[in-house]
Structures are given as structure tokens and as C-alpha cells.
């Protein structure tokens, strides 16, 4: 990065890597996924390889920092789940943003609760104790699907 020519520093694709890279490296998930929903779309497809991460470690950091619980619709908004326009809206897929948030969560072992006015809640308490990265689906043990010694047998007959 230090190589980088002042002409080149100031190309707004470069700009945007390296606010990415700055975001990631830091840990600043607000900056991150404000990056992620302003960046085009072929930026996003890189940027999406960090997203998994950058989410289980701002649950992490809610859960230590934010106390007794943290509305859902936050955190669907802060995380990339939904614009803050469209917190209850449709995209298309039939789901909205805080459902993905929501189904998100329960994957990753969060506690929900829906307090006295109806409304979804994060038990930071709770779920400071509970939260887990799950395995891939299709994880092997070596690291590599492309290995499975299954799909071998299928490709050598």
C-alpha cells in the first residue's frame, strides 16, 4: 500500500479497498457494513468474504457491550440484513431483513426474546454464552469438498 502512487490513492475504487481492508483489519463493523451497502455490486462480491466474520464478531461485541438486550431491527440494520428504509419491507425474496437477521441469529446460538411491547430482542446476557460459528454444510475434515473421497470415486469410474 505504501507503493501506491498519489494518483492512484485517489481513484475511488482504491479509496474503497482500502477503507475495506482499514474496516476489516480494525474490526469496525458499523464502517464495514455501511461500505458494504454503498459499494457496487461486482465490490460487494469480494466484500461478501468477510461478511460471516465481520457478523459473529459484532454479535460478539453487542452482546459484551450492550446491556440487558438489543432490539433485532438494530441489528438488522447495522449487520447489512436491511436498509434502514426498508426495516420491514419486502426484497424480493419473500423474507425481509430482520427475518434474515433473526434466522441468522438463532443459527449462531443467539437468545431472542420478545419483550412486553412485541418487539424482538437480543439477550446479550444470554447470548454472550451461547454464541457459536456453526460448521459449513458441506465441510470435510481436510478442508477441501473438492476432496471428499466419495466424490474421488464418482470422477475415477
Known sequence: MNSLSYEAKQDEAVKLALAVRSAVSLGNYVLFFRLYKSAPSLFTCLMD???EKM???AIKCMSKSYR???PVVYISQVLGFSNSAQTDADDG?????QEDC???????GAVLAVDSYGELQLDTKASSLTLYM???E??????D?????????????
Open 102 to 108: 433473526e434466522e441468522w441469529l438463532r443459527a449462531h
Open 49 to 51: 468474504l468477510h461478511v
Open 68 to 70: 440487558p438486550t438489543v
Open 134 to 136: 456453526p460448521e459449513p
Open 138 to 143: 458441506d465441510a470435510v475434515a481436510h478442508g
Open 145 to 157: 469438498a473438492n476432496l471428499a473421497v466419495d466424490d474421488f470415486l464418482t470422477r475415477a469410474s
Open 93 to 97: 425474496k419473500g423474507t425481509s431483513g
Open 55 to 57: 457478523r459473529f464478531e
